[in-house]
């Protein structure tokens, strides 16, 4: 109660810094997911390499908008048969769709440290709308560095893959696959500009 306490006050008094001024910190990001197999256990998978666009308004959290691009052959399951098998036409197909990507639509914020980002998601050709959960985790001044701040978010939500033509061994194999993204955004300027 206290941190949601905290982060309303920020939002609605700091005078936070400038959009450009936030930018995606790849060392505390992971894009993370997870496939049924056969209904015995979850194979758990993440993505190696990724770029984003984001401006980001800590005061106003639906002026947010999200552009990623994710290297599709950057797939990691930590099983080399497995990832080489989802990186051929059987199910991603990098070859002839080397990229991932997801461009947002809106952003509605439900609470003071929850929001609902929509957008649409591009996999192997094929563009379908989605929506994922967002909590924000912090905002505030890094403790390392007082000047500098940071933004922490968890994005959480399910695709399900046959709607991008990813059928193979469906539903034997999972089709709707939990995602869950943990991210931070920093700004070197700190709140205030």
């Known amino acids: 109660m206290l941190k949601q306490l905290a982060l309303a006050t920020a939002f609605a008094t700091a005078?936070?810094?400038?959009?450009?001024?936030?930018?995606?910190?790849?060392?505390?990001?992971?894009?993370?997911?997870e496939v049924s197999h056969l209904g015995f256990s979850n194979?758990?998978?993440f993505f190696e390499e990724y770029d984003a666009d984001?401006?980001?308004?800590?005061?106003?959290?639906?002026?947010?908008e999200v552009s990623f691009t994710i290297q599709a052959d950057s797939i990691n399951t930590l099983f080399a048969a497995?990832?080489?098998?989802?990186?051929?036409?059987?199910?991603?197909?990098?070859?002839?769709?080397?990229?991932?990507?997801?461009?947002?639509?809106?952003?509605?914020?439900?609470?003071?440290t929850t929001a609902m980002l929509m957008g649409d998601l591009t996999i192997k050709g094929v563009t379908q709308p989605v929506s994922f959960d967002v909590v924000v985790n912090n905002i505030g001044p890094n403790p390392f560095n007082p000047n500098a701040a940071i933004a922490g978010f968890t994005i959480t939500g399910e695709i399900d893959r046959t709607d991008f033509g990813v059928n193979f061994a469906a539903p034997a194999v999972g089709a709707v696959m939990p995602i869950t993204i943990n991210t931070e955004l920093s700004n070197p300027?700190?709140?205030g500009s």
């Open 15 to 33: 005078p936070f810094a400038a959009f450009a001024d936030w930018e995606l910190d790849k060392s505390h990001t992971a894009i993370m997911f």
């Open 43 to 45: 194979t758990v998978g």
């Open 54 to 64: 984001i401006t980001f308004d800590a005061g106003n959290l639906t002026a947010t």
């Open 82 to 112: 497995r990832d080489n098998h989802v990186r051929g036409a059987d199910f991603l197909d990098v070859a002839n769709f080397p990229e991932i990507t997801f461009v947002s639509t809106g952003v509605e914020q439900t609470s003071d």
């Open 189 to 191: 300027n700190g709140l």
